[in-house]
């Protein structure tokens, strides 16, 4: 019998790095599949549609609200960020290893949901740090930045619902620590036992 595939619901407030650890861990775990959110926010330089979101106009999103099409949805500094609902059940049955992006409010609806599912929370070494690095990142302006920071305060108060945290402060030993949380709920007997021919 197929065991069934491993969901990983990952949340970060903007600017931890999530983007990049999770880029380096499917360089290291080749076997994860990356579930792609819509989002009505703007399309960045070097992103793809379909590839890291599936970008939609707020009237679009909306529609897919009042159609059933989604998992879960939330509003994020104001945009709307979304899971597609027919994606991950079909992996998840098929025994493939999901990884899915998303918002501490969409995490807790996900793990509703998929009550199996690990919750992973990537932390920033230091608010002033966190700042920083959404200044360097150059996509937002200062009010927007601000905007930002005060959000992440507020999320940073549901790590206690989360399996596991990382801090970001050197992107290789995230990257390990993620690897080592993919393997360690792999081998995990709560998920099953292997069969012995």
Do not use: W
């Not at 159609?67 to 493939?96: D, F, H, R, V």
């Not at 509703?112 to 690095?133: A, G, M, N, Y």
């Not at 990257?175 to 360690?184: C, P, R, T, W």
């Amino acid at each position: 019998m197929m065991k069934k595939g491993l969901l990983i619901v990952v949340s970060a407030p903007a600017g931890c790095g999530k983007d990049t650890i999770l880029e380096c861990a499917f360089n290291v775990c080749p076997h994860l599949h990356y579930s792609v959110s819509a989002t009505t926010r703007t399309i960045r330089e070097g992103e793809q549609e379909g590839v890291h979101y599936f970008f939609k106009s707020i009237e679009e999103f909306k529609k897919m609200i009042k159609t059933g099409e989604l998992l879960e949805y939330t509003q994020y500094a104001g945009n709307y960020y979304g899971t597609p609902k027919a994606y991950i059940p079909s992996m998840l049955e098929s025994g493939k290893d999901v990884v899915m992006k998303i918002e501490v409010d969409g995490a807790s609806n996900i793990k509703k949901l998929f009550p199996s599912c690990v919750l992973v929370f990537i932390l920033p070494p230091s608010f002033e740090e966190l700042e920083r690095r959404l200044q360097k990142r150059g996509t937002e302006d200062a009010k927007t930045i601000k905007t930002r920071v005060d959000i992440a305060r507020i999320e940073m108060s549901f790590v206690k619902n989360y399996d596991y945290v990382i801090i970001n402060e050197k992107l290789e030993e995230a990257v390990k620590d993620f690897a080592a949380i993919v393997k360690s709920e792999k081998l995990s007997v709560k998920r099953g036992f292997p069969t012995v021919k």
